[in-house]
């Protein structure tokens, strides 16, 4: 018959049903769970049914709980088909715990047949199928029902409907063999689908990460391919700002820079929004020249707002330090996005940029930016959504205005990783004042004094281009794949009359300085075939090539701060961000090219060199640098003297983590653990914040030795710092087998051979055999702070307390071993274990002996001097303090020798 359908059977229809309830993309666990328990206690409840039938049930109670399946069965079905899971949950327990279980319990033989299993049943139905406060209601229900129903059949044995002693047990076994099978179906099914939804969210996270990584690589590389062009762009209208221009075309040559600088604005405000979304954005502070960067923001925005007839107003607090230690492209993107938005969103009167500094402390300032505007104002309703992305107030009335609503979330973000504190003050139609306070450090405490920042731009006017330097001699290579590209950079270094080579393949650049010596390399990053990173490595690397040692430098149009320690770890010595400017350009050609090829013509750059004050500064690479740890212990003046970068460990307390050495001392843990009777922790310091401090160094060495604390003790940073040296290919970890001044000696060593010229691997191969002959003992006044540590336990502390023990401790091949225990007053202790460490030395070497203390005054270590000299003569004795993180684990009264032998 046109236009029926196949009859479907009810079985089908069923089927049917049950598939969509189960359906894994409609519905939740929960649910899922729900209704498997429903079908499970169904199957259950029907066992116990045809148990009864077969054990002799009375027929009436038969039909009683045959009537309390359909219920349930009718209950289940309904509660799927119309989608009423809540109170299907409701129904179905409050049927089973109310109705079911009084009706098993007494016509099921009481506690004497299988009545109490279903009890449990209840509990377990209960708690997996329902959750919340119906849960607790029903779980406290079940337990409730259980003990009325115990009770009246205790006080009323005749309402229960007893079994003869063997159906009594054929009831008892088959219920426990039904509710137990049902419980391990049940539980097995559980974590079945709790497996399969991790499985799931794993498969959704690997998905959700490859999109991210794809996304970044979009952004990456739209980020490169509309920066190339601007480069181009921003680099020929400079050379045209260079000439004898009138001044019409100059306005128009300005407008140009301008309207570059805000597309390159656009662009970073989308990448770094990916980044931040990613956890990916790094804050990597450098030294900037604060009037250079108000000026440059001024010098941004005083034509739009001239177009748009507001006054731009500018106060700067003539106090502001000279120069500070911040991320200045992460500050600038903050105050730039906030100038926008004012700008946008005022139709008329003025926008104003107030710069405040407040001193700190210990080389610390805040630094405070206002920017004040007359413009609509923000809505108190709209105030929660002002830093949330792609969001916009008001917007029907502002749906002209352009934007991609990133800018205020980019400046919270950016802010709260910095430190920071963004404010808001807002009336609805009279305008809105952003506060932005970020904590810098002072690089140079001179004050900027007054300055009129307005002056020193007009509509028509450029700032003139100044020549810094002339290097006839030098040989430059430029490679790039855009010929463009190389067409500007030639162009921006012109006036300084180096030889300029071009090439557009990382092939042709390999070729040419196959033959030729080049100073200075410009090598673009990403180029088709082979790029700048692999052509680097190819050049380091290539047989009888020229320009092995040459300075490389990457030009890149990737944006963001966190590259410097990407070109770094590569090999490059320093790079640039396109768009390059002819300042940017010249500036790091002087930095990189030999003093001897070199002819400054001008003043400033003379200042440039002779003071450092430029993010470019002169920087001759030590072929290798030792580094360190803050519990080497070695005194400032030795680490100032040979010049070794320190990492510090960190003190975890309850009020806080404090930094070893620079925020806390031993004095001051000893002071909170001893006296304040609190607890305090070390911590050494992370793989990742290894990793910057490698990366650093190796902006100033071509090679990196860290010299650690022995990985037998904890917390030693072995791991920590050789997981992070896997990064590069030029830094190595070495063991010092020693902590504190042992560690020190160890680092001292490596200083002497660095300085000796001897080459990496012969520093490694010298110090491993030079770690045996560094002995360090000490002795420890009590035991208590080890046992904090977890190296003792409270047993043996007690006794040593008690009985006035002071043991002596050695450190051999890495480990602490007890080599002597010493009975009775501090004093004679300390006598007999200097006797003995110095006696048991094996050709001492009396040039230098350290000795490394904790809580001890002036007489104590007048003391300990006096025993010294009584038995041997040394030429320096250096008692040194030990660190914060060294205190925590030793304790006050304690003190160590250490020194080398021969």
Not at 729 to 757: H, P, Q, W
Not at 825 to 830: I, K, T, Y
């Amino acid at each position: 018959m046109i236009g029926s359908y196949p009859e479907v059977s009810r079985l089908d229809k069923i089927k049917n049903l049950f598939k969509r309830i189960y359906d894994e993309e409609a519905r939740d666990i929960q649910e899922r769970l729900f209704f498997v328990i429903c079908v499970v206690g169904l199957i259950s409840y029907a066992a116990t049914i045809v148990t009864s039938f077969f054990i002799g049930e009375s027929y009436f109670n038969i039909l009683i709980m045959f009537a309390g399946l359909l219920l349930f069965l009718g209950i289940t079905v309904l509660t799927f088909k119309y989608k009423r899971v809540k109170l299907g949950e409701f129904l179905i327990s409050f049927l089973m715990v109310y109705v079911m279980l009084p009706l098993i319990f007494f016509t099921g033989g009481g506690i004497y047949g299988g009545a109490p299993m279903w009890f449990l049943f209840a509990l377990l139905f209960v708690s997996m199928a329902i959750h919340g406060r119906m849960q607790i209601f029903f779980q406290i229900s079940c337990a409730g029902v259980a003990l009325v129903s115990y009770l009246i059949a205790y006080r009323n044995p005749d309402l229960v409907t007893f079994h003869t002693i063997d159906t009594a047990y054929a009831d008892s076994f088959t219920q426990i063999m039904i509710i137990g099978l049902m419980i391990v179906f049940i539980t097995s099914l559980t974590l079945s689908m709790y497996r399969s939804e991790n499985d799931k969210a794993k498969k959704q996270k690997e998905e959700i990460d490859a999109l991210n990584r794809a996304q970044n690589r979009f952004f990456s590389s739209m980020s490169h391919e509309i920066r190339t062009p601007i480069n181009t762009i921003i680099g020929l209208n400079e050379m045209i700002l260079r000439e004898n221009i009138s001044d019409e075309i100059a306005e128009d040559a300005n407008n140009i820079e301008s309207a570059s600088k805000m597309l390159l604005q656009l662009i970073n405000d989308i990448l770094d929004m990916s980044k931040l979304e990613a956890g990916e954005m790094k804050i990597i502070p450098s030294m900037y020249s604060t009037t250079d960067f108000i000026s440059e923001l001024v010098g941004m925005f005083w034509l739009p707002t001239k177009e748009k007839g507001l006054e731009f107003i500018v106060n700067v607090d003539p106090t502001m330090p000279t120069m500070l230690l911040g991320d200045e492209i992460r500050i600038q993107q903050v105050i730039i996005n906030i100038i926008n938005n004012a700008i946008k969103y005022t139709k008329e009167g003025s926008i104003t940029l107030s710069v405040q500094c407040e001193r700190t402390g210990s080389g610390n300032a805040n630094i405070t930016f206002s920017v004040s505007d007359t413009g609509i104002g923000i809505k108190k309703e709209n105030m929660p959504h002002l830093f949330s992305a792609f969001s916009r107030a008001d917007e029907e009335e502002n749906k002209y205005v352009e934007g991609t609503g990133l800018g205020l979330s980019i400046v919270k973000q950016l802010v709260d990783l910095m430190g920071g504190e963004v404010t808001v003050n807002s009336i609805y139609t009279q305008g809105s004042t952003f506060i932005i306070s970020i904590p810098q450090l002072i690089a140079n405490n001179d004050e900027i004094g007054e300055h009129d920042f307005m002056n020193r731009h007009s509509a028509n006017r450029r700032e003139d281009y100044y020549q810094t330097f002339e290097a006839p001699d030098a040989k430059v290579l430029v490679v790039d794949d855009n010929h463009a590209n190389i067409l500007v950079i030639k162009k921006l270094l012109r006036d300084t009359k180096v030889s300029i080579d071009c090439a557009e393949s990382g092939a042709e650049a390999l070729s040419l300085t196959l033959v030729n010596s080049y100073d200075v390399i410009f090598m673009d990053h990403l180029m088709p075939e082979m790029d700048g990173v692999e052509c680097l490595h190819k050049m380091r690397d290539q047989l009888g090539g020229m320009s092995k040692n040459a300075k490389v430098v990457a030009l890149t149009a990737n944006a963001g701060s966190d590259r410097e320690m990407y070109y770094l770890k590569e090999g490059f010595d320093a790079y640039l961000l396109k768009p390059v400017s002819g300042m940017d350009a010249e500036r790091m050609l002087l930095s990189m090219l030999p003093e001897n090829l070199v002819r400054l013509i001008n003043a400033d750059a003379e200042l440039l060199v002779e003071h450092g004050e430029h993010t470019y500064i002169r920087n001759k690479k030590r072929p290798l640098v030792i580094t360190s740890e803050s519990v080497c212990d070695l005194p400032r003046e030795l680490i100032n003297e040979y010049n070794i970068p320190i990492i510090s460990y960190g003190i975890h307390t309850e009020e806080g983590y404090f930094i070893d050495g620079k925020e806390t001392d031993s004095k001051g843990v000893i002071d909170y653990m001893e006296h304040r009777g609190k607890v305090a922790h070390s911590e050494s310091p992370t793989a990742a914040e290894y990793e910057a401090f490698f990366a650093e160094q190796l902006a100033h060495a071509n090679n990196v030795l860290h010299i650690t604390m022995t990985k037998g003790l904890n917390p030693s940073s072995y791991s920590e710092a050789s997981e992070a040296a896997q990064s590069f290919e030029n830094v190595t970890v070495i063991d010092s087998k020693n902590f504190s001044c042992g560690m020190g000696i160890v680092t001292l060593e490596a200083v002497r051979l660095a300085y000796e010229g001897v080459p990496v691997d012969g520093v490694i191969a010298r110090l491993e055999e030079f770690l045996d002959r560094v002995q360090t003992s000490f002795m420890v006044d009590s035991l208590e702070y080890m046992k904090r540590a977890g190296r003792l336990s409270g047993i043996i502390t007690s006794f040593a307390n008690a009985f006035m023990v002071h043991p002596s401790l050695l450190l051999s091949n890495g480990d602490i071993k007890v080599r002597q225990v010493y009975f009775g007053v501090r004093r004679r202790a300390w006598r007999r274990f200097i006797a003995s460490a110095l006696f048991s030395a094996r050709n001492l070497d009396r040039s230098r002996l350290f000795v490394a203390y904790a809580g001890l005054d002036e007489d104590d270590l007048k003391y300990i001097r006096a025993e010294i000299e009584k038995r041997e003569t040394f030429e320096e004795i250096i008692f040194m303090e030990v660190c914060a993180s060294i205190a925590t684990n030793c304790g006050p009264g304690s003190f160590g020798l250490m020194f080398r032998n021969y």
